[in-house]
């Protein structure tokens, strides 16, 4: 007779299927148009610092990190030195370092899949997928297709809208000047209520809001990102319920 630990997901729920990437693909359809300001600005910028438009496109689609890449061309500059090379990876890995907690909160779910179809779906990682794929496990999802098929949709929108904003120059340059950069934390902000799960999840967040607050006044540049988020991560770990 099977023990009550044999009630975990069965291993046939580890699926990836087109109707997956269908689902990933509605679910994060409602962030698109702000990722076409985006990577429209990302390609005025690379224009602006004298990259050529196979160089942007390639970085896009090779390197795909958002907003790391809009850094990235804040950073840039005509002639390099290795030191320069050097705090151009460290600023770049600290901003996309949120990445790493991200995976490793769907790893259970990623775990159930040959290494080869985990490191694939990761490559289009982002933070959209992550929590559109957080969702989508915490209703009882366990099709990756949705986190793959989100990942893959932006990746397309994001390397095809390079091109124009690379052609356009610097008419979009700064997302800020329209507003869109409140399309992520708005987005994020609607996606994460049906994640709620009382008052007691409520204290993680509130210590991951105030230490990256005041990491941001006290540091300058990203590290904000990444101490907001182990903050936030080590309250939860230390309040959550023992099993």
């Known amino acids: 007779m099977p023990s009550s630990d044999d009630n975990s997901d069965p291993p046939a729920a580890a699926q990836l299927t087109l109707a997956g990437m269908r689902l990933g693909l509605r679910r994060v359809s409602v962030l698109m148009p702000g990722v076409v300001v985006f990577a429209v600005a990302f390609g005025a910028a690379a224009s602006a610092k004298g990259l050529t438009l196979f160089e942007a496109v390639l970085m896009s689609a090779l390197?795909?990190?958002?907003?790391?890449?809009?850094?990235?061309?804040?950073?840039?500059?005509?002639?390099?030195?290795?030191?320069?090379?050097?705090?151009?990876?460290?600023?770049?890995?600290?901003?996309?370092?949120?990445t790493?907690?991200?995976?490793a909160s769907l790893q259970p779910w990623f775990s159930r899949y040959p290494w080869f179809v985990t490191a694939f779906q990761l490559s289009f990682?982002?933070?959209?997928?992550?929590?559109?794929?957080t969702r989508y496990h915490g209703e009882g999802g366990r099709d990756l297709g949705v986190v793959l098929g989100a990942?893959?949709?932006?990746?397309?929108?994001?390397?095809?809208?390079?091109?124009?904003?690379?052609l356009l120059g610097?008419?979009?340059a700064d997302p800020r000047r329209y507003g869109i950069d409140m399309v992520m934390p708005i987005f994020f902000a609607a996606m994460i209520v049906?994640?709620?799960?009382?008052?007691?999840?409520?204290?993680?967040?509130?210590?991951?809001?105030?230490?990256?607050?005041?990491?941001?006044?006290?540091?300058?540049g990203y590290a904000f990102i990444i101490v907001g988020a182990l903050s936030g991560a080590v309250a939860g770990a230390l309040l959550d319920d023992p099993a």
Do not use: C, H
């Open 63 to 98: 390197v795909y990190a958002g907003v790391s890449q809009l850094v990235a061309m804040e950073l840039w500059r005509p002639e390099w030195t290795w030191g320069a090379i050097v705090a151009l990876a460290f600023v770049t890995a600290t901003v996309n370092a949120r």
């Open 194 to 220: 049906p994640l709620w799960r009382g008052k007691r999840a409520m204290l993680p967040w509130i210590i991951a809001g105030v230490v990256a607050l005041v990491t941001a006044r006290l540091v300058d």
């Open 170 to 172: 610097t008419l979009v």
């Open 100 to 103: 790493i907690l991200q995976a």
């Open 125 to 133: 990682f982002t933070d959209a997928n992550w929590l559109v794929g």
């Open 151 to 166: 990942g893959l949709a932006l990746w397309v929108l994001w390397v095809a809208m390079t091109v124009p904003g690379y």
